[in-house]
């Protein structure tokens, strides 16, 4: 799991040491992702299935594509789509993508590069492996994380936000056992490069066997931890997890990480290293009803946005695209 190393974490900046009195957050609950597929039948692991919307918020649906080794002509992703009410966030850790939308937004990302797209008032899009990769195969892991938009910024301009592995801010614990990756928000006084409607933070951090982080978290925050790969544990209560589980936290200012300790029997010995993300946002609290790809605060907003979708007023796929897929109403 590359998504950006460095041979030495000495060398970087270090995370802050928590304060004298700092109150390190308990877990509240862990849930294990089912497995599926999305797409044109890419398989997912829906990191939030059975999480109650009001400890996710400001969060509404998060799926972690792969891990998977594609064999030539297997790999896969989506055709045309709408998306209305809020922001994708396309995370790839190994392998690559392509990214296009009805507002002239795209690119190609690939191994830590971070594509954020806010859909707005609407947009079409379509996401897909590149065709060298879907000719000979390979590795592909990401995540896509939708982030809800308030009211009053559902009806915002669409718009892309094309976030190199490079700009990440890459930070260590203070005993260089931890390699964090800043996305977004702040970690001390670290700010990851991606802009946010609604104020939030997103890390990726790799924790060595032994290690622990104390992360410090804004305490208005709310605070989840989903495990990518590996073993080890979360919370002051020192909870283990594993692979595909997702961790709830309560309230506090440190999120605290650690990775499995020796002769730990959750270990997984294919992993080694813990890999997570730790998301936290500040809650909208709105009402929320959503089906497929809209977010919206009423269920006739959602009704209008099915007939904005069917008379055009979602953009239109752009004319050299159309041969590359169909429009239809996939939720990724």
Known sequence: MPAVTVEDTTTL???????????????????????????EGFPVRRAFA???LRDLDPFIH????????????????????????????????????????????????????TQWMTAGGGVLHIEKPPEALVLSGGLFHGLQLWVNLPKAQKWVEPRYQDLR??????????????????IAGDVGAHRGP????????????????????????????????????????????LQPVHTGQLVVLGPGDTVTVQGTRPGDRHAQSRTPDLDVVVLGGLPIREPIAMYGPFVMNTAQEV??????????????VPAQRVAHGDLRGESE
């Not at 308990?26 to 999305?38: D, I, K, N, Q, W």
């Not at 592995?165 to 800043?182: I, K």
């Not at 209008?304 to 953009?315: I, K, N, P, Q, V």
């Open 13 to 39: 900046p270090r995370v802050p040491v928590p304060a004298p009195g700092t109150v390190r957050r308990r877990v509240r609950s862990v849930t294990t992702a089912p497995s599926g597929f999305e797409g």
């Open 50 to 52: 059975g999480v109650d």
């Open 62 to 113: 998060m799926d972690q594509m792969g891990e998977v080794e594609y064999a030539p002509g297997e790999p896969k992703g989506t055709s045309w789509h709408p998306h209305r009410g809020f922001e994708t966030v396309t995370y790839i850790i190994d392998g690559t993508f392509e990214h296009a939308d009805s507002h002239g937004g795209g690119g190609t990302i690939s191994n830590g590069d």
């Open 165 to 182: 592995a490079r700009e990440s801010v890459l930070l260590a614990s203070p005993d260089g056992g931890a390699l964090l990756r800043v």
């Open 194 to 237: 991606g802009s946010t409607y609604t104020p939030m933070a997103m890390v990726h951090a790799t924790v060595s066997p032994g290690a622990t982080l104390d992360l410090p978290w804004r305490p208005d925050f709310n605070a989840l931890v989903y495990v990518l790969s590996g073993s080890g544990s979360v919370g002051i209560d």
């Open 303 to 316: 009704r209008d946005a099915f007939t904005d979708l069917s008379a055009g007023r979602l953009g239109s």
